[in-house]
Structures are given as structure tokens and as C-alpha cells.
């Protein structure tokens, strides 16, 4: 089954520059096109935990050719979002109680590092980066709180806002490692997060957290900005853990209750 996703609106050339590789006006391949519109509906949840990717149905969907289809679905493979197996094709990738705690783990040590970094060396721009990042983030929550708890495209926007930011709090640290790596890890845990959000509690004020590692972070206090940022990737996890189902109509999320205390709500 696939669930609702993206249209391609513009029109897919070739060029004999690039091989005859099909490309978009704007210059990106199908491919580069296949793999956003994926990515994008895999981490939001359109595209559920091991459902059956099928190629000419979602190249249909997505009005991309089959050929950039397999190319993208490869490509999310390394990017652990899609599992493939021999003769079996690509599915969404499973999702796990112990995958979110060591991903949680993970994120917590690789991010405080690049926090670490950054706070030594960001410069008065990264400073204002942070502010204006934070501040497009209350306007859009403010936003959401009036409106419909449903409006897809505004949890989009959200989504969006809330990644970069994280990145901001992180740009100067100086390493592409520490920011590519924290971007994948970002992926993931948005996903978990993603198909936990219509049953998570709603009494958690994530913005005065955020202000909160904002604050740490321009005062240059790097020992409370990365406890305040553990505390944050950590709360987020016990919530999804929390959560036993996603919604009336699917499956739960993880196959076992969480009997650990330390993640209970």
C-alpha cells in the first residue's frame, strides 16, 4: 500500500551533459528528486515501518521513472531508512525499542561533541543564527497551537524548523564529519518522533527547552548546554517509548511494552 506523498510539478528532461540522465529544470536529477521525495515521507511516516516499496507504483506516484526509483531506494539503504533483502525488493526500515535507545545514546555523545566545538569556536554570527533560528521556531509553534492539530503541512513546516534548529546550535563546530553524521542521526530519531506525534502527551513545553540550550549555548556554557541538550533527546525517547500505539488505524509501534522504569512516563 502507499500513502499519500509528493507530486513531481516539474517536468523531467534529459540532458546530454549528464549522460542523458533525466533532469529537472532546476538541474537535479530524477534521482535527486526520488531520494528527497522518499526520504521525506519515510521520516514523516507516510511510508510506515517495513512497508513494501514497489517500485513502479511509487515511480507512478511520484511521477519519476522506475530506473531513478531503484537508484534512490539504494541510496536510502545506506542511509539506514530502507532495507532490502534478496529476491524480496525494499521495504521501509523496521523500527525497534532498542534501536531508538542506542540511537538516542548515540546522538546525545555525537552532538554534545559538535556542541562542544561549537561553543568554542562560533563567532557572533553563529550567535545570531541561533537566535533567528529559535525565533522562527516559536512563531511557527505559536502558530500550531491556534490551529488544526491535523494541518499536515504546518507539522512539515514544523518539522523543518525544529531540524535547522539543532544544525544552528552546531554549525561552527569546524567538522563535516560531526555534521554529517549528526544529520543522519537527526533522520532518524525525527522518524521515531514523526510516528509518535498524534499519541505523545501534549503537556511538554519543548520551546522552553529549546530556549533554555539557546541561552547555554550563546553564554557559553558548554557543561549545561550539553546536559540540557542529553535531557532533551532523552525526554523526547521516554515519550516515544511511552507511546503504545500511533494511531486507531495502524499497528503498534514497538512489538513489546516498555517494562523499564527509567523510560516509563
Sequence with gaps: ??????????????????????ISPAGRTQTSVAVDRLRSDIIAGRLRPTEKLRVQPLAARYGLSASALREALS?????GLVDVEDQRGFRVAQVSREDLLDLTDTRVELECLALQRAIRHGDVAWESNIVAAFHRLSRASEQEAQDHPDNLTLLDELSTLHRNFHSSLIAACRSEWLLYFSSLLYEQSDRYRRLALYSAPQSRNTLEEHKALMDAAIRRDAPVACDLLGQHFHETTRIILSVQGITADTTTLFATPVADSSVQS
Excluded at 1 to 22: F, L, W
Excluded at 75 to 79: G, P
Design 75 to 79: 541510496r536510502l539503504v545506506t542511509d
Design 1 to 22: 500500500m502507499i500513502t499519500e506523498g509528493y507530486a513531481v510539478s516539474e517536468t523531467v528532461k534529459t540532458d546530454d551533459r549528464n549522460n542523458g540522465a533525466a
